[in-house]
């Protein structure tokens, strides 16, 4: 089964190998017409109707109905947010904003903000690039001659995989019809190395940073595997000294999860908090709140340039590093997925690529060449 949009009318399309036996049911369900376009067999999507085509090939046929009730979890969070900023902007009015129902579909679902922000400047750039089309026109031809404007402009990968699941969460999210573009090709995802730096060159970092706060913020985003956003939303009630363990709420995919303290990042986060004394997050900016995300990438990139490091360090790069000197130092791959937060095994594998112990054990061909003589 797959939604159809028909006369701006929802509907269920039939799509099966041919089969005299399921051909001669299909004729009997109750209005069931031929489509030309989509060509298949399709019906009005009502609940009686549903119920008609599982009644009928009960026992007969197997029914794929994951594009009627798969429903995705990523990108969601405990945290309320609110997109009323998009709402109230000054826009011209040849500007084509996104729907009502799109801003209210990520509050009520809770998306993260980032990913509302980056859905809603995706999907608008859409829309406004068929600005003359009703929304429920566009079809999947539509979606693919702009997936190939954007490759052929040079956008990145990950930009057109991002721009798929905005369009994707209006038509199937907003519209309740999932996976109705499920046949939309991707880029082929690509697979890169993570990149890491020494632990000297980490000492070399945290040693160069200008203040306590900001040897804090290299400290822990290495010595406990944080992501950014992470660092960004903790709290001082998260750094529990007594468990020696940091709780990290909410983070990627609203997963919860604990991971390990620094005894010497303890000492010095004490240091810190006598010094700055934060209110509620762990570090704050100059007027209170929450830090930003800039700072962070300034504090790490002005440190990288005092230790003299050729690489343009970045703040997940320290994530990386803190999850590949695990591995080379023996810790379980279980407790480092664990540590990180990785649903899977296979995410965290990706460390054994990098992992250097195994690659000193080998010789160089070009060794024995020159020993043998």
Known sequence: MKHLLIDQQKCIGLQYYPDKVIHALVRELPSIKWS??????????????????????????????????????????HEIINVDWYRKRNLSPSYRACPEEYFQKLELKRYSINTAKSYINSFEQFINYYKEKNLLHLNENDIRFYLQKLINDGKSDSTVNQVVNAIKFY????????????????????????????????????????????????????SSGLRRAELLNLKIVDIDSNRMVININSGKGSKDRITILSPALLQDLRKYYKEWRPKEYLFEGARGGQ??????????????????????????????????????????????????????????????????????????????LFESK
């Open 291 to 368: 830090y930003s995300a800039s700072s962070v990438i300034q504090i790490i990139k002005k440190a990288a340039k005092k230790t003299g490091i050729m690489k343009t360090v970045t703040p997940h790069m320290l994530r990386h590093s803190f999850a590949t000197h695990l591995l080379e130092s023996g810790t379980d791959l279980r407790y480092i997925q664990k540590l990180l937060g990785h649903s899977s095994t296979k995410t965290t594998e990706i460390y054994t690529q990098v992992t250097l112990n195994c690659i000193r054990k080998i010789q160089s061909p070009l060794d024995d």
């Open 36 to 77: 030309n376009e989509f060509n298949m067999d399709f019906m009005m999507n009502t609940q009686s109707n549903l119920n008609e085509i599982f009644n009928k090939f009960r026992g007969v046929a197997w029914i794929n109905c994951n594009h009627f009730y798969k429903d995705k979890q990523s990108g969601r969070t």
């Open 171 to 222: 038509y199937e999210i907003v519209l309740g019809m999932p996976n109705r573009f499920y046949s939309i090709e991707r880029p082929r995802k690509k697979q890169h190395l993570p990149k890491v730096i020494s632990k000297g060159q980490v000492k070399l970092l945290i040693e160069n940073t200008a203040n306590i706060k900001h040897k804090c913020i290299v400290s822990i985003l290495y």
